[in-house]
């Protein structure tokens, strides 16, 4: 398996456009995780799905950003607008689901998107 | 979920044990100790997790204290290639997410 797999790894854009990340998570996998990372707040949790739905946005930081699963093995980030303090690494991150736990010890992360927004 | 301290940041001379702390008083019974390590420029990876007994897997192993109000990973010999900033994290049982804190960067010299 390739793992998950995130695109694209950089992205440069100019304050007020519009960015999308996407993550492609590992087949068979029942939950997807995007987090976001930044030198002052660390790695911080936006917004998971269970099976394709949205379980807990608590973390998605104002309404500019918004988050769809659309089928089990891809999810979409989108920004929009985009303000430079949205710079940071997205991290997509699956996993699966066994019995009446959830794993969180096979917790896969993708490599990661870097966003610069100047 | 409780909270975890751990120190900023550590050094270990390759070939040695690495020991990396972790306070987690405020656990509850039903809360594993899990810990993740974050290469530079890579996503974080699983290393080790449990609940109140001593665990030991190909990468590393997790001393549990017998009150579990702390725990402690121990790499036997560490390499160039485990420097990293090392998370540990409590988990409930039934919760799905898992909370980051600070982490310790570790720093295996020559």
């Known amino acids: 398996d390739a793992g998950v797999i995130q695109s694209p790894r950089h992205e440069v854009t100019e304050m007020g456009q519009e960015v999308t990340l996407r993550c492609k998570p590992i087949?068979?996998?029942?939950?997807l995780f995007w987090y976001r990372q930044t030198m002052m707040r660390g790695l911080e949790l936006l917004i998971y799905?269970?099976?394709?739905?949205?379980?807990?946005d608590s973390g998605m930081p104002e309404d500019r950003f918004s988050a769809k699963m659309p089928n089990a093995s891809f999810s979409t980030l989108k920004i929009q607008p985009s303000e430079p303090r949205d710079s940071a690494v997205y991290f997509c991150?699956?996993?699966?689901?066994?019995?009446?736990?959830?794993?969180?010890?096979?917790?896969?992360f993708g490599p990661g998107t870097r966003l610069t927004v100047l | 979920d409780a909270k975890t301290t751990q120190p900023t940041s550590m050094d270990c001379a390759e070939g040695r044990a690495a020991n990396l702390p972790c306070n987690h008083s405020t656990i509850s019974g039903n809360e594993y100790v899990y810990w993740y390590r974050q290469i530079h420029s890579q996503g974080p990876q699983y290393i080790i997790h449990?609940?109140?007994n001593n665990e030991t897997n190909e990468m590393a192993s997790l001393i549990i204290t017998e009150d579990r109000k702390s725990s402690t990973l121990i790499l036997p010999h560490a390499t160039l290639r485990d420097t990293a900033v090392y998370y540990c994290i409590v988990r409930s049982y039934n919760t799905d997410k898992l909370i980051f804190g600070t982490g310790t960067r570790l720093q295996v010299f020559p």
């Open positions: 991150a699956s996993t699966p689901f066994e019995g009446e736990e959830v794993k969180g010890d096979t917790q896969y």
């Open positions: 449990g609940l109140k």
């Open positions: 087949s068979g996998h029942d939950y």
């Open positions: 799905f269970n099976n394709n739905v949205p379980i807990d």
